[in-house]
């Protein structure tokens, strides 16, 4: 990945492309595939910087809401001191079902990026206007990778 410089008159800031952050999402779906879960990896990013990293843990934890997101937003608002997330980016590998939509609609989620789309269970399919208003949305973002690792992790199961 190459990041973009940004010149400042006391400091160079360099900015890191969607590409790269959803790559650290899709390393986490690999890892939630391979301890029997729904290949789902989520990364928060505030002002650059990651804050949150989380995959899904509903097997492990015997929990339907342990989805990524969740896992994740739970992490950023701990680690920011607040239950808003306005500044930060959601990172995510398959698109949110629509809990976890309407969590990050209380939690006024700046921006989602969304890997691979979700024809079942996807939020936008069921009901589409749950985002924040103010919420902005980015889709298709490594989005053939990130169906693959589904394509796979589901193949594997039926067989």
């Known amino acids: 990945m190459r990041a973009i410089s940004v ?20 390393g986490l779906a690999e890892e939630a595939a391979a301890d029997g879960e729904i290949p789902v990896g989520a990364v928060i990013v505030c002002r650059n910087r990651i804050i949150a990293k989380a995959r899904n843990q509903t097997e492990q934890l015997k929990d339907v809401t342990a989805h990524a ?19 930060c980016t959601l990172y995510v590998t398959l698109e949110p079902c629509v809990m976890c939509a309407g ?5 006024q989620i700046g921006r989602l990026v969304i890997g691979a ?27 053939e990778e990130s169906q ?9 199961l039926r067989t």
């Open 7 to 26: 010149d400042f008159p006391l400091m160079t800031i360099l900015l890191m492309p969607d590409e790269y952050f959803m790559e650290i999402a899709l």
């Open 69 to 87: 997101e969740l896992m994740a937003i739970t992490s950023a608002t701990q680690y920011l001191g607040g239950k808003y997330l306005t500044d």
């Open 103 to 107: 969590a990050l609609f209380w939690a």
């Open 117 to 143: 789309s979700d024809s079942k269970r996807g939020y936008s399919r069921i009901e589409p206007s749950v985002l924040h208003p103010k919420t902005r949305l980015e889709t298709g973002v490594l989005a």
């Open 148 to 156: 693959m690792l589904l394509t796979k992790f589901f193949k594997h």
